[in-house]
């Protein structure tokens, strides 16, 4: 089976754009969830979608939101961007949260 | 909220040597703790996990622990390698479902040919 993948792979925005990174999950996955990782905070949960739905959330403002489409791809987008936005944005999909298999990361630079 | 606390930070050991990392969660409902491996510019990669009921797991040279009563949990790597180096996070979360996973702040591992 393929793995997961994102795109786009690096980014490079301005403070107060939006962007939008996309994941594809594991073939037979239904749940993915975002992760931001930063040198100093390490691996921080964002949100998680299971069949287009977000079950759970992380402490990150309203700026950062996300879906997910029926064929499980989903999406995240992040509006007003900050610097402190500046991170390594990854995805996991797994079958049912259990066993979760990341991508390898959209490394996002606000300038 | 769930907390997860790791440590060492950093770990240097000569090959061959074994290598153990801890972590303690705080929330006792959680129920699921696995290990991810990190090479620099790599995504983590799941090495091994272990649920609540499960006091115990192997993998070849991996394994690892889980006291429930005192809620920590340990990932002990036996003859250690080079290509064993990388950062090692712990993570911890409820039911496996929707909860999300709780991860500690990382552990670097060189292993010293």
């Known amino acids: 089976k393929a793995g997961v993948t994102q795109t786009p792979r690096y980014l490079i925005k301005t403070r107060g754009q939006q962007v939008t990174l996309s994941c594809s999950p594991i073939s037979g996955h239904r749940s993915v969830s975002w992760y931001q990782q930063t040198p100093g905070q390490g691996l921080q949960f964002l949100f998680e979608?299971?069949?287009?739905?977000?079950?759970n959330k992380g402490n990150f403002p309203g700026r950062f939101s996300g879906r997910q489409f029926s064929n499980s791809r989903s999406e995240m987008n992040v509006s007003t961007l900050e610097l402190g936005d500046s991170a390594l944005y990854l995805c996991?999909?797994?079958?049912?949260?259990?066993?979760?298999?990341f991508g390898p990361g959209t490394r996002l630079t606000v300038t | 909220g769930e907390n997860v606390e790791q440590h060492p930070s950093t770990l240097s050991v000569q090959e061959g040597d074994s290598a153990v990392i801890k972590c303690t969660y705080s929330?006792?409902?959680?129920?699921?703790f696995p290990w991810y491996k990190q090479e620099l510019g790599k995504r983590p990669q799941l090495i091994i996990d272990i649920r609540s009921n499960v006091g115990e797991k192997k993998d070849q040279r991996i394994a690892v622990t889980l006291n429930k009563t005192a809620k920590h949990f340990s990932l002990h790597i036996t003859e250690t390698q080079p290509e064993d180096s990388a950062v090692y996070f712990c993570?911890?979360?409820?039911?496996?479902?929707?909860?999300?996973?709780?991860f500690g702040k990382g552990t670097k591992l060189t292993v010293n040919p």
């Open positions: 929330d006792s409902a959680s129920n699921y």
């Open positions: 993570a911890a979360s409820k039911q496996g479902g929707s909860e999300k996973l709780v």
């Open positions: 996991a999909s797994s079958v049912l949260g259990y066993e979760q298999y």
């Open positions: 979608y299971f069949s287009e739905t977000q079950r």
